[in-house]
C-alpha cells in the first residue's frame, strides 16, 4: 500500500491557508459587485458574449472582474504547492467574507440570523479538513483521462446552456451557475497542474497544452458566471456556484491526481457531515438579503 503523504504542519501549510482565505476574500467581495452590475442587463444577453462586452462598460463591474483576478492570483499561488482537497474547500469561505462587503453596500448590520450559517459553514470545514487531513497529490494525469474530463465537463455544461435556455430565470440561474462551478473545478485542476508545470520555466509551460486550456475554461467559467449572475437572484446562483466549484475539485483531486483523505472507521461519516454542514451554512447564508438583495424593477 502507498504512503499517503499530508500536508506537514509547517509555515508552507500556513501559507497555503492563508492564500487560499485571501483567495476566497477576494472571489466573495467579487461575485457580489458583479451580482449588481449583471442583473441590471436584459435579460436577453444571457450566455452570450455581448453580455460581458455591456458589462464591462460598469466600473463596479470591472472593480469585481478586478478582484477576480486577485482572487485567482492568490488561488494560483496556493495551488502550485497545496492540493485540490485542501484549497478548494476553503473557498467556500468566499461568501461568508461576502456578508459584511454586502452589508456595507446595504448600509445595514449584520444580525445573528446572518452570524448563525458562517458558524456552520466554519464548523463544517474545521470538521471536514480536519477529519481527512487531505495529502499531497501528484497531477500527472495521463492525457486519455485528461482528454476524457474535458469532454465530460463540455458535454455537461452545453447541456445545462440548452436547459437555461428559454427557461425560467429561476431554473436559468441555477443550471448556469451549477455549469460555472463545473467549469471552475476544472479550471482549479488545469491551475493546479499548469502551476506544477511552471517550476520549469516559462519556456517549458508555454509548450505545453495545459495554460491554453487554462484560459479558454477560464473564458467559459467567465461567460457562464456572470450568466448566472443576469440570469436572476444570486440567492439561486451564488450558493450553487460556491459548492458546486469545490465538489468537482475534490472529484478531480481525488480521481486524477491521487490526492488522499482519511478513510479509516468513522471518518468517512465524519467527512460527509462536515460537507453537509457547509452545504447546509452556504444555502441558508445566501437567503440574507444583504447578499442576495431584492433585484431592481426592470
Known amino acids: 500500500m502507498a504512503a499517503i503523504h499530508h500536508h ?116 463544517g470545514l474545521a470538521l471536514f479538513l480536519g477529519i481527512a487531513r487531505p495529502g499531497i497529490g501528484h497531477p500527472h494525469a495521463s492525457i486519455f483521462a485528461w482528454g476524457v474530463l474535458t469532454a465530460v465537463i463540455a458535454a455537461a455544461c452545453a447541456a445545462l446552456m440548452l436547459g437555461a435556455h428559454g427557461g425560467s430565470r429561476r431554473r436559468a440561474a441555477v443550471m448556469l451557475a451549477f455549469g460555472s462551478g463545473m467549469t471552475f473545478g476544472y479550471v482549479a485542476a488545469l491551475t493546479e497542474r499548469t502551476g506544477r508545470i511552471l517550476d520549469g520555466g516559462i519556456g517549458h509551460t508555454l509548450a505545453t497544452w495545459e495554460p491554453y486550456a487554462l484560459v479558454v475554461g477560464g473564458a467559459l467559467a467567465l461567460l457562464l ?50 460537507v453537509a454542514l457547509v452545504t447546509f451554512g452556504v444555502f441558508a447564508l445566501s437567503r440574507s438579503e444583504m447578499i442576495a438583495p431584492p433585484e431592481p424593477a426592470s
Open 8 to 123: 506537514p504542519i509547517s509555515l508552507g501549510l500556513v501559507s497555503i491557508v492563508l492564500l487560499s482565505l485571501a483567495s476566497a476574500a477576494s472571489y466573495g467581495m467579487a461575485a457580489v459587485l458583479q451580482h449588481r452590475a449583471a442583473v441590471r442587463e436584459p435579460r436577453q444577453q444571457t450566455m452570450e458574449a455581448g453580455l460581458l462586452v455591456r458589462l464591462a462598460r460598469r466600473p463596479v463591474w470591472l472593480i469585481g472582474n478586478a478582484l477576480d483576478g486577485v482572487g485567482y492570483a492568490f488561488q494560483f499561488l496556493a495551488l502550485r504547492r497545496g492540493s485540490l482537497l485542501l484549497v478548494e474547500p476553503l473557498l467556500v469561505l468566499s461568501l461568508v467574507f461576502a456578508l459584511p462587503v454586502a452589508a456595507w453596500l446595504e448600509h445595514r448590520r449584520i444580525s445573528a440570523a446572518e452570524l448563525a450559517p458562517t458558524g456552520a459553514i466554519a464548523a
Open 225 to 274: 458566471t456572470q450568466s448566472a449572475f443576469n440570469a436572476g437572484e444570486l440567492r439561486l446562483s451564488l450558493p450553487t456556484l460556491t459548492v458546486a466549484q469545490p465538489l468537482v475539485a475534490v472529484l478531480i483531486g481525488l480521481a486524477m491526481f491521487g490526492e488522499p483523505i482519511n478513510h479509516h472507521g468513522l471518518a468517512p461519516v465524519a467527512e460527509v457531515i462536515g
